[in-house]
């Protein structure tokens, strides 16, 4: 078998894993409050579920960032690696495209954390997201600052086989919606179209309005 039909190998089974964990963590939000899908793809629960937590990361600028600093605007965030060769870009790509059709990027912020922090330093980070746009905040770390923000939104992640430097990651594959309060909003499984999440994100925000009046 040839290194690239390896590597290709490895990455469908880490699709594969992280399609897995996701359904796991659905589940279980699933078990624990009442689950109303909205739009395919979309998994909004309610208050009682406890996914997300603080954390204290380093911006792709070196910049120290806390939870707090996200506070009074939406935070959609997805965790991934810059070196993933398919799904991570695709589904940043799917959150740039829905929240340009949303025309509303002043109340939302796209972020973007790496469970991969021996190679995504923050100028590896700036670098990778200048493709999806000026407005993404790419997240760094220590190993033991991701593995508790990743403990905090029950993300798995897990180094594949490779050599050296060169390898893949299993992860779950989650695109999370936190409000402004810091309490998750929505969840949205891999492969949610750009339209559906899109429109996903508008719910939740005519939710959170009604709910405040």
């Known amino acids: 078998m040839s290194r690239r039909s390896f590597l290709l190998l490895i990455a469908a089974a880490s699709v594969m894993a992280f399609g897995i964990a996701a359904a796991i963590i659905a589940l279980r939000v ?37 939870d707090a600093d996200f506070r009074g605007r939406y935070m959609l965030l997805y965790f991934g690696y810059t070196y993933c060769p398919d799904v991570c870009p695709t589904e940043l790509n799917t959150m740039a495209l829905a929240l340009d059709q949303l025309g509303i990027r002043v109340r939302i912020v796209p972020v973007f954390i790496t469970i991969d922090p021996e190679r995504d330093t923050p100028e590896q980070l700036k670098s990778y997201l200048a493709s999806f746009g000026s407005d993404f905040v790419g997240l760094t770390g220590s190993a033991d600052e991701i593995a508790q923000v990743a403990k905090e939104y029950r993300v798995y992640y897990k180094k594949a086989e490779g050599e050296g430097s060169d390898y893949l990651m299993d992860h779950t594959s989650l695109i999370y919606l936190v409000g402004p309060d810091g309490k998750l909003t929505a969840l949205f499984r891999t492969g949610t179209s750009p339209e559906d999440l899109a429109q996903g994100i508008k719910g939740a925000f005519t939710g959170a309005e009604k709910a405040q009046k």
């Open 30 to 66: 699933r078990d624990r409050a009442p689950v109303e899908t909205a739009v395919p793809g979309q998994i909004r629960i309610g208050p009682e579920v406890s996914i997300g937590g603080p954390f204290s990361l380093t911006d792709q600028n070196g910049k120290r960032v806390t």
